[in-house]
């Protein structure tokens, strides 16, 4: 028993195969790089092919583990469905799928656009997460048992859980965000859809709930606004980093979470518990 209970035992990732889709930057690389980092074979997809070739040169330099990679273009079910077929070409199984590919759009109230503010941001953002999972499914739940099922983990964000879509450091004054933050919300009710559908065939689905990391998604409130002023509006005085996402995707990759499905886990230093109201003044 206790050798079950060693960290080696209760958090390997080693020698499983997993799919990470926008794999090539931001939070998809920081999952990747923990995957390979601990001997996973990952391939991650985007449509960027010079990104994701960086990347992956990157992450096989390092090792143990490896990664492959796949141009791929999710904002469409035929997208999906290539990304889909790509995969059963080259594995017969897959053990992990992480749903990070994603897209927001910043508009005025007054004329926000349809096709790319609306239609774009909802197609990339949840539709491929049901079209990838239910497309890869029969190579998640091959072999999979209950104590060691298949994994699903969706990125959303804490703006999933947020009413406020203008003000945010991340757009710029005057545009709101109402499609991605509604986009989000979707995707922490599709992920606990997916896990009561998929419990059976023992294939656990999750969804982290990142707040401010760097990534492309936030990339404007880096360069306005500046890190340091980023990390002062946040109650631990940081922003998200490779470490801490890297932390949360293993445990849900891991034996340790092997009992944890439909959950909606926060990684953002308490900030949506402090509604963004943070005291200079109250740091020791």
């Known amino acids: 028993m206790s050798q079950e209970l060693?960290?080696?035992?209760?958090?390997?990732?080693?020698?499983?195969?997993?799919?990470?889709?926008?794999?090539g930057s931001g939070i998809g690389k920081m999952i990747a790089s923990a995957l390979v980092a601990n001997g996973a074979k990952v391939y991650i997809a985007a449509r960027k092919e010079s990104q994701l070739k960086a990347?992956?040169?990157?992450?096989?330099a390092s090792g143990p583990g490896k990664c492959h990679y796949i141009v791929a273009d999710l904002g469409s079910k035929a997208g999906c469905d290539a990304l889909v077929?790509?995969?059963k070409k080259r594995e017969s199984k897959i053990h992990i799928l992480v749903n990070n590919s994603g897209a927001t759009w910043g508009a005025s109230w007054d004329n926000f656009p349809e096709k790319e503010g609306w239609d774009r941001v909802l197609a990339l953002n949840v539709k491929s997460i049901f079209y990838m999972t239910s497309g890869l499914s029969d190579l998640l739940e091959k072999d999979s048992t209950s104590q060691d099922p298949a994994r699903v983990i969706n990125i959303s964000s804490v703006a999933g859980v947020s009413a406020h879509a203008e003000g945010s450091s991340v757009a710029d004054a005057g545009m709101g965000l109402w499609s991605y933050n509604t986009s989000k919300?979707?995707?922490?009710?599709?992920?606990?859809?997916?896990?009561?559908?998929?419990?059976?065939?023992?294939?656990?689905?999750?969804?982290?709930?990142?707040g401010v990391f760097p990534s492309?998604?936030?990339?404007?409130?880096?360069?306005?606004t500046g890190e340091k002023k980023m990390a002062e509006g946040q109650p631990m005085g940081?922003?998200?980093?490779?470490?801490?996402?890297?932390?949360?995707?293993?445990?849900?990759?891991s034996p340790a979470s092997a009992h944890i499905t439909g959950q909606?886990?926060?990684?953002?230093?308490?900030?949506?518990?402090?509604?963004?109201?943070?005291?200079?003044g109250a740091r020791l």
């Open 6 to 23: 060693s960290i080696p035992n209760l958090f390997h990732v080693k020698s499983k195969i997993a799919v990470v889709s926008g794999g």
């Open 55 to 60: 990347a992956a040169d990157e992450l096989n």
């Open 85 to 87: 077929a790509e995969i």
């Open 185 to 210: 919300a979707a995707v922490n009710h599709l992920t606990s859809t997916l896990a009561v559908t998929l419990a059976k065939r023992y294939v656990t689905v999750n969804a982290i709930l990142p």
């Open 216 to 224: 492309k998604m936030t990339a404007f409130g880096f360069k306005t």
């Open 238 to 253: 940081r922003v998200g980093s490779t470490r801490d996402m890297a932390g949360i995707a293993l445990f849900l990759c």
């Open 264 to 280: 909606h886990i926060m990684i953002d230093g308490g900030a949506t518990l402090f509604g963004g109201k943070v005291s200079p």
